[in-house]
């Protein structure tokens, strides 16, 4: 059950649906499944828009009769003797063992760049980002060289809105024949290499940084994504390099990415190095009856997609069965 005070999850209709419009799984359908029922292809669909996923997801709860208790917000994790006491907003829960799979969209990271408490435009980050029209007439920088930045500006770009995309480093396109399938894969064998030991040969980092679904290869292939160095500053109407070039802007969106909703477990003191809880598996090192589901590698090969969230979610469920046996 654990669900964030914050979290807003895509389960069905009556659910708010935090996603931009134009968003693509950079996977096709029959690789975005969950296990038990593939997600069915759409004609001339190869990437799976928001909606898709979303009907999907109503289907699979509806096909299973999963309890889920919709409205109902958990705060806080913590000891009850033989138990976890779950604070929620509708009163307390106890539990042999919790499962946590609040992710991170919920946590938006905006970096710490000098200036930006007196910039005087708008700044959004990515998860309120919702459709170009919102900018038309206006400059909007983009920042971030990663899948969001790419598919929010090329979003922007498609629509003549006046663009500046900044990133660290130059943007680095896998090749257009992979996409997720070829992420998951290369996520899984990282995993295997260190778990046995072998040379870290860098996993899905190793293979670039942007999957290139059809609309962020047009935009590039029309050369509209053309990118910007990262600005070393903000001033009150705009950015500013380090070399003194300065732009005015509207807007800054930041695609800088996101850290884990953990802060239900603050009574638990169990955050370790970066943010992260330790675990063996999905289990926390410090708390047997906790399992962490879907933040990242940390917690199983590809676990924060729909396709490898399988594997760890079944090991999960053998961990508490057995647990709760003995």
């Given at each position: 059950?654990?669900?964030?005070?914050?979290?807003?999850?895509?389960?069905?209709?009556?659910?708010?649906?935090?996603?931009?419009?134009?968003?693509?799984?950079?996977?096709?359908?029959?690789?975005?499944?969950?296990?038990?029922?593939?997600?069915?292809?759409?004609?001339?669909?190869?990437?799976?828009?928001?909606?898709?996923?979303?009907?999907?997801?109503?289907?699979?709860?509806?096909?299973?009769?999963?309890?889920?208790?919709?409205?109902?917000?958990?705060?806080?994790?913590?000891?009850?003797?033989?138990?976890?006491?779950?604070?929620?907003?509708?009163?307390p829960w106890t539990a042999r063992?919790?499962?946590?799979?609040?992710?991170?969209?919920?946590?938006?990271?905006?970096?710490?760049?000098?200036?930006?408490?007196?910039?005087?435009?708008?700044?959004?980050?990515?998860?309120?980002?919702?459709?170009?029209?919102?900018?038309?007439?206006?400059?909007?920088?983009?920042?971030?060289?990663?899948?969001?930045?790419?598919?929010?500006?090329?979003?922007?770009?498609?629509?003549?809105?006046?663009?500046?995309?900044?990133?660290?480093?130059?943007?680095?396109?896998?090749?257009?024949?992979?996409?997720?399938?070829?992420?998951?894969?290369?996520?899984?064998?990282?995993?295997?290499?260190?778990?046995?030991?072998?040379?870290?040969?860098?996993?899905?980092?190793?293979?670039?940084?942007?999957?290139?679904?059809?609309?962020?290869?047009?935009?590039?292939?029309?050369?509209?994504?053309?990118?910007?160095?990262?600005?070393?500053?903000?001033?009150?109407?705009?950015?500013?390099?380090?070399?003194?070039?300065?732009?005015?802007?509207?807007?800054?969106?930041?695609?800088?990415?996101?850290?884990?909703?953990?802060?239900?477990?603050?009574?638990?003191?169990?955050?370790?190095?970066?943010?992260?809880?330790?675990?063996?598996?999905?289990?926390?090192?410090?708390?047997?009856?906790?399992?962490?589901?879907?933040?990242?590698?940390?917690t199983g090969p590809a676990s924060?997609?729909?396709?490898?969230?399988?594997?760890?979610?079944?090991?999960?469920?053998?961990?508490?069965?057995?647990?709760?046996?003995?």
């Open positions: 059950m654990c669900r964030s005070s914050q979290t807003r999850r895509a389960c069905g209709r009556n659910d708010v649906v935090s996603t931009w419009d134009s968003l693509r799984l950079f996977s096709p359908a029959q690789y975005s499944s969950l296990p038990g029922r593939l997600m069915p292809s759409r004609p001339g669909e190869l990437y799976p828009n928001a909606a898709h996923v979303v009907d999907y997801l109503a289907d699979y709860e509806k096909r299973y009769d999963l309890p889920v208790q919709r409205g109902q917000r958990v705060d806080s994790v913590d000891r009850d003797g033989p138990v976890l006491r779950v604070g929620t907003d509708s009163g063992a919790v499962i946590s799979a609040t992710g991170t969209w919920t946590r938006p990271f905006l970096p710490a760049v000098p200036g930006r408490r007196d910039y005087r435009g708008r700044q959004l980050h990515t998860v309120q980002y919702r459709r170009p029209s919102e900018f038309a007439g206006q400059r909007v920088v983009v920042v971030g060289g990663g899948n969001s930045g790419a598919q929010i500006a090329a979003d922007l770009a498609h629509a003549r809105i006046d663009l500046i995309w900044v990133t660290q480093r130059p943007p680095r396109y896998l090749a257009d024949d992979i996409d997720g399938r070829a992420l998951f894969d290369a996520a899984t064998a990282r995993r295997r290499a260190l778990d046995e030991g072998r040379t870290d040969a860098g996993g899905v980092a190793s293979l670039g940084d942007i999957v290139a679904v059809p609309p962020v290869r047009a935009a590039r292939d029309a050369g509209l994504l053309a990118s910007r160095p990262m600005f070393a500053r903000l001033n009150t109407t705009g950015v500013e390099w380090a070399d003194g070039t300065r732009a005015e802007a509207d807007t800054v969106i930041w695609c800088t990415g996101f850290r884990p909703a953990l802060a239900h477990f603050a009574a638990l003191r169990l955050r370790g190095t970066r943010g992260h809880i330790a675990t063996v598996g999905t289990r926390a090192v410090d708390e047997p009856r906790l399992h962490l589901l879907g933040y990242g590698d940390w924060a997609t729909l396709i490898g969230v399988g594997r760890p979610a079944r090991e999960a469920a053998r961990d508490i069965a057995d647990f709760i046996r003995h």
